[in-house]
Protein backbone atom coordinates (compact mmCIF):
# COMPACT_ATOMS: atom_id res chain seq x y z
CA UNK A 1 0.00 0.00 0.00
CA UNK A 2 2.86 2.70 0.61
CA UNK A 3 4.50 2.20 -2.98
CA UNK A 4 0.95 2.89 -4.02
CA UNK A 5 1.01 6.28 -2.39
CA UNK A 6 4.35 6.79 -3.41
CA UNK A 7 3.68 6.50 -7.26
CA UNK A 8 0.52 8.58 -6.64
CA UNK A 9 2.53 11.30 -4.93
CA UNK A 10 5.11 10.54 -7.84
CA UNK A 11 2.79 11.20 -10.54
CA UNK A 12 1.14 14.34 -8.51
CA UNK A 13 4.60 16.42 -8.18
CA UNK A 14 5.21 15.49 -12.38
CA UNK A 15 7.62 13.11 -11.95
CA UNK A 16 7.95 10.03 -13.52
CA UNK A 17 5.77 7.56 -12.01
CA UNK A 18 6.73 3.33 -11.26
CA UNK A 19 3.76 1.94 -13.86
CA UNK A 20 4.64 -0.19 -16.15
CA UNK A 21 2.55 -0.25 -19.40
CA UNK A 22 2.55 -3.70 -21.49
CA UNK A 23 3.06 -3.52 -25.08
CA UNK A 24 3.00 -6.49 -27.47
CA UNK A 25 6.54 -7.13 -28.45
CA UNK A 26 5.64 -6.35 -31.89
CA UNK A 27 4.56 -3.26 -31.08
CA UNK A 28 7.77 -2.31 -29.14
CA UNK A 29 9.88 -3.32 -32.04
CA UNK A 30 7.63 -0.56 -34.49
CA UNK A 31 8.71 1.84 -31.78
CA UNK A 32 12.25 1.25 -31.39
CA UNK A 33 12.81 1.42 -35.20
CA UNK A 34 10.56 4.66 -35.79
CA UNK A 35 12.84 6.32 -32.72
CA UNK A 36 16.10 4.96 -34.11
CA UNK A 37 15.12 6.82 -37.21
CA UNK A 38 14.39 9.63 -35.67
CA UNK A 39 17.52 9.44 -33.55
CA UNK A 40 18.94 9.13 -37.01
CA UNK A 41 16.79 12.41 -38.19
CA UNK A 42 18.05 14.71 -35.28
CA UNK A 43 21.51 14.03 -35.93
CA UNK A 44 20.90 14.85 -39.74
CA UNK A 45 19.51 17.81 -38.95
CA UNK A 46 22.11 18.76 -36.66
CA UNK A 47 24.71 18.09 -39.50
CA UNK A 48 22.87 20.32 -42.10
CA UNK A 49 23.14 22.76 -39.02
CA UNK A 50 26.64 22.56 -38.79
CA UNK A 51 27.11 22.62 -42.44
CA UNK A 52 24.89 25.71 -42.29
CA UNK A 53 22.48 24.23 -44.94
CA UNK A 54 19.74 26.69 -46.21
CA UNK A 55 17.52 27.16 -43.61
CA UNK A 56 14.58 26.22 -45.49
CA UNK A 57 16.18 22.99 -46.25
CA UNK A 58 16.42 22.54 -42.55
CA UNK A 59 13.14 23.36 -41.60
CA UNK A 60 11.67 20.96 -43.99
CA UNK A 61 13.88 18.36 -42.13
CA UNK A 62 12.40 19.13 -38.65
CA UNK A 63 9.01 19.19 -39.96
CA UNK A 64 9.46 16.07 -41.48
CA UNK A 65 10.51 14.78 -37.92
CA UNK A 66 8.42 15.95 -35.58
CA UNK A 67 5.54 14.52 -37.98
CA UNK A 68 7.31 11.09 -36.95
CA UNK A 69 7.54 12.30 -33.53
CA UNK A 70 3.42 12.59 -34.00
CA UNK A 71 3.13 9.36 -35.34
CA UNK A 72 5.20 7.48 -32.55
CA UNK A 73 2.61 9.56 -29.92
CA UNK A 74 -0.17 8.33 -31.68
CA UNK A 75 0.82 4.82 -31.61
CA UNK A 76 1.45 4.89 -28.11
CA UNK A 77 -2.00 6.86 -27.57
CA UNK A 78 -3.69 4.47 -29.18
CA UNK A 79 -1.85 1.59 -26.90
CA UNK A 80 -2.81 3.06 -23.84
CA UNK A 81 -6.77 3.75 -24.75
CA UNK A 82 -7.03 0.55 -25.76
CA UNK A 83 -4.95 -0.77 -22.81
CA UNK A 84 -3.96 1.04 -19.69
CA UNK A 85 -7.09 3.35 -19.51
CA UNK A 86 -9.31 0.69 -20.11
CA UNK A 87 -7.84 -1.77 -17.74
CA UNK A 88 -7.88 0.91 -15.33
CA UNK A 89 -11.72 1.92 -15.60
CA UNK A 90 -12.74 -1.62 -15.66
CA UNK A 91 -11.14 -1.46 -12.31
CA UNK A 92 -13.26 0.99 -11.32
CA UNK A 93 -10.58 4.17 -11.51
CA UNK A 94 -12.15 6.82 -13.00
CA UNK A 95 -9.16 9.06 -12.35
CA UNK A 96 -7.56 7.65 -15.61
CA UNK A 97 -10.16 9.86 -17.47
CA UNK A 98 -8.28 13.07 -15.87
CA UNK A 99 -5.22 11.81 -16.36
CA UNK A 100 -6.08 11.05 -20.36
CA UNK A 101 -7.72 14.84 -20.39
CA UNK A 102 -4.00 15.58 -19.57
CA UNK A 103 -2.09 13.69 -21.67
CA UNK A 104 -4.09 14.83 -24.47
CA UNK A 105 -3.44 18.47 -23.69
CA UNK A 106 -0.19 17.92 -23.87
CA UNK A 107 0.06 16.43 -27.04
CA UNK A 108 -2.25 19.23 -29.02
CA UNK A 109 0.07 22.24 -27.52
CA UNK A 110 2.35 21.60 -30.26
Known amino acids: ME ?13 TSF ?3 HHPERVKNNLTTRLNR ?3 QIRGIKGMI ?4 YCDDVITQLSATQSALNSVAKILLEGH ?3 CVVDRLS ?15 KLLKK
Open 3 to 15: NLKIVEACHTEGV
Open 19 to 21: RKS
Open 38 to 40: IEG
Open 50 to 53: DKDV
Open 81 to 83: LKG
Open 91 to 105: EGDEEVLDELVVTIQ
